[in-house]
């Protein structure tokens, strides 16, 4: 089997990081920075996110595991003294594959027929340096409402504990296959009115914004990489067709990742 191992950078991360390499090695895997197998994430969610738009090209081929070294690894399964578990498994072991659906992103100009198709694994949130952010939102093509505020967030199921929670909006099992939108800090009045609640789309259901006024330019976050947009003519959202592959050696249900990473801690504080 092809691996290829992502470190967060640090000291800590290197050292686990090159551990595991050698470790692989001795069990006659092959060390394939082009196209592995399995990427191995050491580091946080940053650092997972960043070996899932690495190896975006290969999502139908390459599957991800992590192994959490930072404050938060809500994507990681492994904690640095299960290492030489971990080496094993993966030596010895055929790992399971489950899948989750990710966000498709498709954003299009006034002045160009060019458009820009990205995916994103937690979520793209669209904000403005110029102002508020004023958007007409149509779903499966209708108009539903006439958006005015900071900003709008649009998470996957596995991305709704991330930037979406903090804003109030519902956490998705990833076996459902949806997307999320959030609202951030809505303006209501005679003029614009919002439905207020987060809204949760099925999979064939896709959420068009368009821009109320031409030659606006946006920012448009794709999970933690932002761009600026000039021009922006529409923002399409939708369930993409590629899903994120994660390689699983042992059952950890999302429940209980959910409690572990916000229940808890808080709830050991109480006893």
């Not at 969610?45 to 690894?73: C, N, P, W």
């Not at 100009?109 to 007409?136: C, H, P, Q, W």
Request: charge should be neutral; hydrophobic fraction near 40%; glycine fraction near 6%.
């Amino acid at each position: 089997m092809n691996f290829k191992i992502i470190s967060k950078g640090d000291k800590r991360s290197n050292k686990i990081k090159s551990t595991m390499k050698q470790y692989l090695l001795d069990f006659d895997l092959v060390y394939n920075q082009e196209e592995p197998d399995l990427v191995i994430s050491v580091g946080g969610d940053g650092t997972f996110l960043e070996a899932f738009h690495r190896y975006i090209h290969r999502l139908d081929k390459t599957a991800f595991i992590g192994v959490h070294t930072g404050h938060l690894g809500f994507y990681a399964d492994y904690t640095p003294d299960e290492l030489e578990k971990l080496v094993i498994e993966i030596a010895k072991t055929p790992f399971q594959i489950v899948e989750y659906p990710i966000l498709e992103v498709i954003i299009r100009g006034n002045s160009s027929e060019k458009e820009d198709r990205v995916l994103a694994l937690n979520e793209s949130m669209i904000k403005t340096a110029e102002g508020s952010v004023v958007f007409d939102v149509k779903i499966k093509g209708e108009h539903f409402e006439t958006f005015r505020g900071d900003g709008i967030c649009i998470s996957t199921p596995s991305g709704s504990t991330a930037y979406n929670k903090a804003l109030g909006g519902a956490i998705i099992h990833p076996s459902i296959e949806a997307i999320q939108l959030t609202e951030m800090a809505s303006i209501n009045n005679r003029v614009f009115r919002t439905i207020g609640s987060p809204l949760i789309l099925p999979k064939h259901h896709t959420c068009l914004l368009e821009p109320m006024k031409e030659g606006k330019s946006f920012l448009i976050a794709i999970d933690h990489f932002t761009r600026t947009y000039d021009d922006v003519k529409s923002i399409q959202c939708r369930v993409a067709k590629e899903r994120v592959r994660f390689a699983r050696f042992r059952q950890f249900p999302f429940w209980d990742r959910v409690r572990d990473s916000f229940v808890a801690e808080g709830e050991q504080r109480m006893e």
